[in-house]
């Protein structure tokens, strides 16, 4: 007779936000595909107006509000809080999703290698707040977005994807940050996909650092390169 192999169960994912939640609803839009590896299990935010509480809410997923003035100057308590419902909801891997608090890094090695975080700059450039601002003011070409691991340095932990934009010569803040977020929504729902379906491994790079590597697939493939501004 022959055997069948059962499906790896979907990966418990909780998303953590501050805001909007856009990356938070095509994440959700993802997991409705019966062949995506994880599903949205539960959505954290640290402020009780952030609108992205609403598209769980109509999504069905269970939320959870943690206030920062609830642990006055604890972190550590804040971040024990979270743990706790994490470990309620059963969670596998966590999603920062314009999630605008610092972590402890006691935290971030409790979820080390499963804690994504996605950040609008070609990081290791323009890290921390306005990265948009940032690039802007720095007058660079070509701008994007980073999803990667989540470790105790900001901004700083092994790259898993990321997508340039060219910078046009009349964008303002919302104009690039526009074209960064749309380039978001396609990278968040890739990149959580193989951290779910076991495909990132983190490796040491030569020069000391880490770097991401997918187990099953040829990354090396040529795609060109992105000229901006445009040549002939
Ligand atoms: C995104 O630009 C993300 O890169 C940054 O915060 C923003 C969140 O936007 N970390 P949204 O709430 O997902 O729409």
């Not at 020069?207 to 040829?218: I, M």
């Amino acid at each position: 007779m022959q055997q069948q192999s059962s499906p790896s169960p979907k990966k418990r994912v909780a998303v953590l936000i501050s805001g909007r939640g856009s990356n938070l609803s095509v994440l959700l839009q993802a997991a409705r595909d019966p062949n995506y590896p994880a599903e949205i299990a539960l959505v954290i935010a640290n402020k009780a107006d952030a609108g992205g509480l609403d598209l769980a809410v109509q999504a069905g997923v269970p939320t959870a509000v943690l206030l920062a003035q609830d642990f006055p100057k604890d972190r550590a308590g804040y971040d024990a809080a979270l743990q706790a419902v994490l470990v309620e909801h059963r969670i596998d891997l966590v999603c920062l999703a314009g999630f605008m608090r610092l972590l402890t890094a006691e935290f971030t090695r409790l979820w080390a290698g499963r804690m994504l975080n996605i950040h609008p700059s070609l990081l290791p450039a323009f890290k921390g707040l306005a990265a948009q601002a940032q690039a802007l003011a720095a007058g660079v070409k070509i701008a994007g977005c980073t999803v990667h691991l989540v470790t105790a340095d900001m901004d700083a932990g092994p790259i898993v994807l990321q997508a340039a934009v060219p910078v046009l010569a009349d964008d303002d803040e919302a104009s690039l940050s526009a074209r960064i977020l749309a380039a978001e929504h396609q990278c968040y729902p890739k990149a959580l996909a193989w951290l779910a379906a076991d495909q990132v491994m983190v490796c040491e790079s030569d020069g000391g650092g880490y770097q991401v590597r997918l187990r099953q697939r040829d990354t090396t493939r040529e795609q060109g390169a992105l000229f901006s501004p445009t040549i002939a």
